[in-house]
C-alpha cells in the first residue's frame, strides 16, 4: 500500500475499527494507533488524511474518551459509519471447545458474550482489545486459553473459529464518526444530512430549556443530546448533540440562531450524510 492515503484508527490490526476502516475505505492503508489520543494526533499531524473513531454503542453507550477529545481536537466530522458487532471465539489450532479454560477480550466484548462463557464454564479476562487478545492468544500458543474478538482478528493472527457470532444480543451496533483536518464539503439539498454540534448554556434560569426550544418550534429533529463536564467543574456543562438536516437549511438555521442567543458557545463539528443505517432504521421504526 505504498504510498496510499491513511486512515487512524485506535486499536490492534483485526479491531473492528479495522473493519470498519477496510469497509468505507478499502483502498486506504488502515493505521493502527495505541490510543484514541494517538489516533486524533494522526489526523492533527497529517500522518492519516482521516481517522475512523467509534463514538456510541448499541449496548455499551457512549465512548467517553471520544467526548473528552472532539471539543479540543480542532477536527471535522466528515461522515459516519454504523457496523453490527460479531464475535468469533478464537484459538489456536488443535484447541476445541473442550480444551478451553480461560476466555480474553475487552471489558465489552466479554460482557456482551456472557452465554456462551456461562455455557463453557469459563473463566473471563479482561484485556484492553479484542484485536489484542486474539494476538496474545496467538502468541502464547496454549490450547486452554481463547478469544473473543472479530472475524478479521483470527484470520490476521492465524487462529481457528471454535464457535461463530456468539454475541448475546443481535442488535449490537457500533457508531463510528469520521475525522478530517479539513471540513466536509457536502452542501444543503444533498440527501439526509446530519449536523453534530456542540454548545455551552449561559448560566441562567431555564437556559437550557430556552436553547432547545428553537429546534422544537422550528421542526427539527434532534437524534442526540449528551452532557458532560468541562474541565471536571460540575458548573460547567458541554452538551454534544446531533439534529437531522444542514445547518444552511432554513429550519437548522432558525433554530441554531436560537440556540447561540442562549448559550455561551456553539461550535458546529461537522455535517454529514445521513449513513443508510441511520435512514433504514428510522424508517423500521415508524
Known amino acids: ?32 494507533c495505541a490510543s484514541f489520543e494517538d ?6 499531524d497529517g500522518s492519516a488524511e482521516l481517522g475512523m473513531i467509534p463514538i456510541e454503542n448499541s449496548l455499551a453507550g457512549r465512548v467517553a474518551d471520544i467526548h473528552h477529545f472532539l471539543p479540543g481536537a480542532g477536527l471535522h466530522i466528515i461522515g459516519e459509519y454504523f457496523l453490527p458487532i460479531h464475535f468469533q471465539l478464537l484459538a ?8 478451553i479454560k480461560s476466555v480474553y477480550s475487552h471489558v465489552h466484548a466479554l460482557g456482551q458474550c456472557r452465554k456462551i462463557i456461562r455455557e463453557y464454564g469459563l473463566k473471563p479476562i479482561v484485556t484492553g482489545d479484542t484485536a489484542g487478545s486474539a494476538r496474545e492468544v496467538m502468541e502464547w ?12 482478528a483470527g484470520d490476521i493472527y492465524g487462529l481457528r473459529t471454535l ?18 483536518k479539513t471540513p466536509g464539503v457536502a452542501p444543503a439539498g444533498a440527501g439526509q444530512m446530519v449536523t453534530t454540534f456542540l454548545f455551552r448554556v449561559r448560566n441562567v434560569p431555564a437556559a437550557l430549556y430556552k436553547a432547545l426550544g428553537g429546534f422544537a418550534t422550528n421542526g427539527v429533529n434532534m437524534t442526540k443530546l449528551e452532557s458532560y463536564m468541562v474541565d471536571g467543574e460540575f458548573a460547567a456543562t458541554q452538551f454534544l448533540v446531533d439534529v437531522d438536516g444542514h445547518p444552511d437549511d432554513a429550519n437548522v438555521k432558525l433554530a441554531l440562531e436560537e440556540l447561540a442567543f442562549f448559550s455561551r458557545e456553539v461550535k458546529i463539528l461537522g455535517a454529514y ?7 433504514e432504521t428510522r424508517k423500521a421504526a415508524e
Open 1 to 32: 500500500m505504498t504510498g496510499s492515503k491513511k486512515i487512524a484508527y485506535q486499536g490492534e490490526p483485526g479491531a473492528n475499527s479495522h473493519i470498519a476502516c477496510r469497509d468505507v475505505y478499502p483502498d486506504w492503508e488502515p493505521l493502527p
Open 39 to 44: 489516533a486524533f494526533a494522526a489526523i492533527s
Open 92 to 99: 489456536i489450532e488443535g484447541a476445541s471447545l473442550q480444551t
Open 141 to 152: 500458543n496454549d490450547p486452554t486459553r481463547a478469544s473473543l474478538a472479530p472475524a478479521l
Open 163 to 180: 464457535a461463530t457470532d456468539v454475541e448475546d444480543e443481535r442488535h449490537n451496533t457500533t457508531r463510528f464518526i469520521i475525522l478530517s
Open 273 to 279: 450524510p445521513a449513513h443508510p443505517f441511520r435512514i
